[in-house]
């Protein structure tokens, strides 16, 4: 019998690799009889769904490129422009 | 094909600039490093234009190829990480949650119907917000592996883990932080 504190263990392992079943067995019967392992699973789960698009949620405020760099940049970008052509 | 872009590579730096930034800050910590990697991903792409095919958007095209470039930053200086916060071992959420025994001490709230929240911009920036606070490689690791998909033994390689257990334990007390982070700055707020 795991305790809790292997449950969440395992619970981010099967993430990663395939757990053998009579561990998932255990598992499972774990989830049902225990609300809060069930209730981590559950937000790991909507976790790695967040990360999945997290990109496209990227906030820029307070967060921006130098002046300086972005002149640096564009500078570069024309350098390349021109030895393109 | 390049006649699709709609935007044009003279704007991408003040279309695109600020956010290929704050991907790149997020993943690299350093502004230094961040802002060489948004000049690499706007030249690679400059260089790789006739080869867009426009299936995408200009901005989700630029930051996969800034994703590259991020994993080869860290390909190139594997051999600078180190782990510089003894905080990793996330030892002191475990105990805060679990007692000696491995039982729960805490009660987790619910967090209803969490996709709701992907709809609002400020949860995002709480999301951010708490990946920022993760120990380095820890947020490394899960963003190698959660949002990269890079292979458990090349995340060894490239972050210094001995073995995949050790790897696995991070990653879970990892979660562990980053839920917690989570409840608090979120969804214990809403």
Redesign the interface.
Known sequence: MYKCKEIIELTSQNMETSLPWYTRMEMKAHYLMCKTCNRYAQQLQFMNKALGVFEGHVPTENCQLSDDAKQRIAKKMCQVKETAE | MAQQIKTA??N??SEY???L???A??RVRSEATA?DL??ET??AG??AVERFSGKSTVR?WL?SIL?HKIIDHFRKNRHEITVLNDDETAEDV?AYQ?DQ????KI??I??GT??KS?DN?QF??A??EC?SRLPQRMADL??L???DGLA?EECCELLGFDT?NQL??T??RT??K??QC?ETNWFSKE
């Open positions: 590579p003279e991408w730096l600039g600020d956010i930034y704050r991907y800050l997020i802002e948004v000049q706007l030249l400059l260089q989700t930051i994703k475990l679990f025994q491995g039982n729960w009660n987790l619910e967090w969490p996709e992907m911009e995002w920036v999301f951010n990946l899960l963003l592996r959660a949002v458990t995949d696995w334990v990653l879970s979660r562990v980053l839920r989570l």
